[in-house]
């Protein structure tokens, strides 16, 4: 018991390790051509899924953290959703920025870890069940960050972007096909290839 403790110490550090290094180098944000495509998502979900719900969360805490600094130490035009310590235009960020910061976040450090817990005992093939449970998580993020940003900031926000709020539907479509697609497929193959290869914890793999 005291190895798999260690076990699941170390590999979560490992992962915490790997959140930090995205945030603090250009490769949590890969630009390719016009999109912007963050990977900062990928340790979140592993550790959801290899360790448990509960360390998921944990580190999605630190995704939405990292994402509160990055929009305030880094502001763009539209920073404000993500921290309340901005302003811009004239428009300042609030207690909502900190929602949207950080509760999608920590959910997509609980969806995945239970997805793979129900499809596991529904029989699934591990990495099957663990690729489809990022698959599923990682769009799902995406909506409840545009979501919380349409209700909380939808007027603002299509402001500084010089649109209108009625534009904005069709400007989030755009973001799901060019970003969240592409975040979602990596997440996939990134998680089913790492649940192949790296043996589960016995703790988990007693819970899945």
Not at 21 to 29: A, D, I, K, W, Y
Not at 142 to 155: K, Q
Request: aromatic content about 8%; overall charge positive.
């Amino acid at each position: 018991m005291k190895n798999q403790n260690t076990r699941r110490m170390t590999l979560f550090a490992l992962f915490l390790a790997i959140e930090i290094m995205l945030f603090c180098t250009p490769f949590g944000f890969l630009q390719i051509g016009p999109l912007a495509i963050t990977l900062m998502h990928v340790p979140v979900i592993a550790a959801s899924i290899l360790l448990g719900v509960k360390e998921g969360m944990a580190l999605g805490l630190v995704f939405g953290l990292c994402s509160m600094i990055k929009a305030t130490m880094a502001p763009g035009i539209t920073s404000f959703v993500f921290s309340p310590f901005v302003t811009i235009g004239g428009i300042s960020g609030n207690w909502s920025s900190l929602l949207i910061a950080l509760v999608p976040r920590v959910l997509i450090g609980y969806v995945p870890g239970a997805l793979y817990d129900v499809f596991r005992k529904k029989g699934m093939n591990s990495s099957l069940a663990a690729g489809i449970a990022a698959g599923m998580a990682t769009p799902l993020h995406t909506a409840l960050v545009l979501g919380g940003i349409w209700v909380f900031f939808g007027e603002p926000y299509a402001a500084v972007l010089g649109s209108a709020k009625n534009l904005l539907m069709g400007l989030f479509a755009t973001t799901v096909l060019t970003n969240s697609l592409p975040e979602t497929a990596v997440a996939a193959v990134a998680m089913a290839a790492l649940v192949k290869a790296i043996r589960l914890p016995a703790a988990r793999t007693a819970r899945a």
